[in-house]
């Protein structure tokens, strides 16, 4: 059996409100493996986005252990975690994010800017991986000069350029219409067919009808953890 | 773990400043007032001293000048031309009193000074004659252009030669070589036997004040000569009457081994003045306190100097701290992507304070360039002398960039200790 990519055992994150202690997250086992497309569905305060942030090396568990690709990181300090992020992950997010001095290709190699690659190997990546996401034309644009497909292309072009372990996105349709969504969902297919391990939170359950496998949260917990129409492994 | 090359940082700082074009160049202006100011204030600061300390330095800090000085009787009604004769100043008594009691006396300059009229052929100009001893050339730093200076042989013998400064040379030979030439001074004949240098030299300073700066145009003859020719008394006719004034030396400088013994030498010769004149017909110039007070001065300026540097360029540091927070919550989303994105928290301290290195040194570069050419136009707008020093340039620069880089360490840590989260969900 392979390593897992992500292994969280009873996870358990609280956030200290004044005197009051807020559990985000109440002791969650989570397993995701190689290769595996995850969905993350649950109403607004139910702890997904939490998960998100935690998967995402962005926060500390209060307590438990996250491994990502077997390396147990619950422990890491802060600039571990910046090298995490830049080599490990790629996040797509709602708001696409990117910066918005930079261009096209500039926003692409941000990852690589802080892993210390030559610049005439990210360029290259980035140009690679540009013209996969059909912005051949657009390499020189800035973010404001390209419409909401084309910056969440962008942006997913950004969380691949690091060859990432594991993918990280949030509701990456939300802000787009439905025609330039099912485009962006379609790329994700691709990637996922590839062999990218992807989460995915969402509140469609369109969306999640894509997805191999739905895991719901309520309250912190979780409480289903569906693989769509395939056994649990 | 690898850390971003500083050109790379640099670029990204360029391109983040470029977002901002107006604001960074108001922030600069901050800097480029304060450095140039810094830069400005210190030449014309360093001009005015150096002009005064070459000035006492002239009259040679192991010097003490004592001068005649005409007091006018009580009593004696300044339209009464009965009284014939003024007499009053320094005499020979106390020249030799000075050479008998002052401590480390090298040596004791007598000089008379008097105006007459000199000429050359046609040519003719009222100017200073004076008559002192050959050592005067060693003591006021004097240097030849041309011949000789008087000699103790010109001494002894009294002989009639002279020797004029370069300006008078110009004047009154225009193109001939003045040397073994008659000159004329007051119809008494005196051969030109050389030609001394072109040294600022005018009225020797009276209390403090100091002579405006000129060419020389004295004549210099030996005292002897003069004595013989013409004794103590001085006349000058003028119209209604004329001046009959005997003074036995108008001005006599007492040259004093080493610095340190020219304060023990000063009392001396006061005590000695002050026994032999009734009444103050004298004044008594020490170059060396001079130069003690220009010192003095000139600390006093550079602390006042100091303080306005130091208030001006703080406040250009307060504007760079001000615009680096405005500009780090407003890139709060950005910061947020960066770290989201791998960018560790030193990573984000060293873009923001690249940024503030660069608006600084790019201002204080501009300030500097400003800064050498506003004393070079005040030099050649008014003719105030102004210097410009490296340690100005080096003082003003490094200052300016220090203070913005610790004005600009706050906002970039303040960046850099943002919750990524926090940062990414901001609007």
Same mark, same amino acid.
């Given at each position: 059996m392979?390593? #897992?990519?992500?292994?969280l ?11 009051l202690?807020?559990a ?12 595996e ?7 607004s ?8 942030n ?13 491994l ?8 890491f300090?802060?600039?571990q ?5 830049s080599r ?20 692409i ?8 690659? #030559? ?7 980035a ?16 973010p ?32 787009l219409?439905t025609?330039?969504?099912n ?7 691709e ?26 949260f ?7 953890n569906?693989?769509?129409?395939? #056994?649990?492994? | ?23 960074a @160049?108001?922030?600069?202006?901050g ?19 150096r ?7 002239? =009259?040679?800090?192991q ?11 009580? @009593?004696?009604?300044?339209?009464s ?16 009193q000075?050479?008998?009691? %002052?401590?480390?006396l090298?040596?004791s300059?007598?000089?008379? %000074? ?14 200073d004659?004076i008559?002192t ?10 240097r =030849?252009?041309?011949?000789r200076?008087?000699?103790?042989s ?8 002279c020797?004029?400064?370069s ?9 001939v070589d ?15 036997v050389?030609v001394?240098?072109d ?8 209390? @403090? ?24 008394l001085? %006349? ?28 023990r030498a ?8 002050r026994?032999?004149?009734k ?37 250009? @540091?307060?504007?760079? =701290?001000?615009i680096?927070?405005a ?16 960018a ?22 501009i ?13 050649a707008?008014?003719?105030?002398k ?19 880089v610790?004005f ?20």
């Open positions: 392979s390593v #897992p990519i992500v292994e055992r009873s996870a358990v994150k609280e956030y200290v409100n004044g005197s202690r807020v985000a997250l109440r002791g969650i086992d989570l397993r995701i493996d190689p290769g497309y995850a969905v993350v569905m649950g109403a305060g139910s702890g997904k986005s939490t998960l998100l935690l998967l995402g090396c962005l926060d500390h568990l209060s307590s438990g252990d996250y990502l690709g077997g390396e147990n990181i619950s422990q300090s802060d600039n975690l910046s090298e995490i992020r490990r992950i790629g996040f797509i997010f709602q708001s696409y994010n990117l910066i918005p001095q930079l261009n096209v290709l500039e926003n190699e941000v990852p690589l800017f802080y892993q210390g690659i #030559p610049e005439a190997h990210a360029r290259t990546k140009i690679a991986l540009a013209e996969r996401m059909g912005l051949a034309d657009r390499l020189k644009h800035k404001m000069e390209l419409s909401g497909g084309q910056q969440q292309r962008v942006a997913i072009a950004r969380s691949l350029v690091c060859d990432p372990l594991l993918m990280l996105a949030d509701e990456p349709t939300g802000n219409d025609k330039t969504g485009e962006i969902l379609e790329l994700i297919d990637l996922h067919a590839e062999g990218k391990t992807i989460v995915m939170v969402t509140h469609d359950d369109d969306i999640a009808g894509r997805a191999q496998r739905v895991v719901c309520r309250d912190g917990q979780i409480i289903s569906d693989w769509n129409g395939a #056994p649990k492994p | 773990m690898k850390s971003m090359r500083p050109e790379r940082l640099v670029r990204l700082a360029i391109k983040n400043l470029g977002q901002y074009k107006l604001r @160049g108001l922030t600069m202006l800097i480029i007032f304060g450095v140039c100011s810094v830069v400005a204030m210190l030449s014309v600061g360093e001009g005015a001293n002009e005064i300390q070459e000035k006492i330095q002239r =009259m040679g800090s010097n003490i000048l004592i001068k005649s000085v005409k007091v006018p009787k009580e @009593g004696d009604a300044p339209d031309k009965r009284s014939m004769i003024a007499a009053y100043g320094l005499t020979y008594e106390d020249a030799q000075f050479s008998q009691y %002052v401590p480390n090298e040596a300059t007598p000089m008379k %000074v008097l105006r007459y009229d000199v000429q050359y052929k046609a040519r003719k100009l009222q100017t004659v008559a001893t050959p050592w005067f050339l060693r003591v006021q730093h004097y =030849m252009v041309r011949g200076f008087l000699t103790s010109d001494m002894e013998y009294g002989t009639p030669v020797v004029i400064g300006r008078l040379a110009r004047i009154l030979f225009a193109g003045p040397v073994g030439k008659t000159l004329n001074i007051d119809r008494d004949a005196y051969t030109v050389g001394i240098g040294i600022a030299q005018g009225e020797l300073p009276t209390q @403090g004040e100091l002579w405006l700066a000129g060419e020389n145009q004295n004549v210099y003859i030996p005292l002897r000569t003069y004595l013989n020719k013409r004794g103590d001085f %006349v000058q006719l003028s119209e209604g009457g004329g001046v009959f004034e005997k003074i036995e030396l108008h001005e006599l400088i007492l040259s004093i081994d080493k610095q340190e013994n020219v304060t000063v009392d001396a010769a006061r005590r000695i003045l026994k032999n004149h009444v103050e017909d004298y004044s008594i110039v020490v170059p060396l306190e001079l130069i003690r007070q220009a010192r003095e001065t000139r600390r006093l300026f550079n602390i006042v100097l100091g303080s306005i540097a130091a208030i001006s360029l703080i406040v250009g @540091g307060i504007g760079i =701290m001000n680096m927070l500009t780090v919550s407003e890139r709060t989303r950005e910061i947020g992507i960066r770290r989201a994105l791998g560790r928290r030193s990573d984000i301290v060293f873009q923001f304070l690249m940024e503030t290195l660069l608006l600084s040194t790019s201002g204080g570069v300030g500097l360039i400003f800064g050498a050419l506003i004393p070079m136009a005040i030099t707008a008014t003719g105030v102004t210097v410009l020093t490296f340690p100005a340039f080096a003082i003003a620069f490094s200052v300016s960039v220090t203070v913005s610790i600009g360490i706050y906002p970039a840590r303040r960046a850099a200790l943002m919750d990524p989260i926090e940062a990414l969900r901001h609007e």
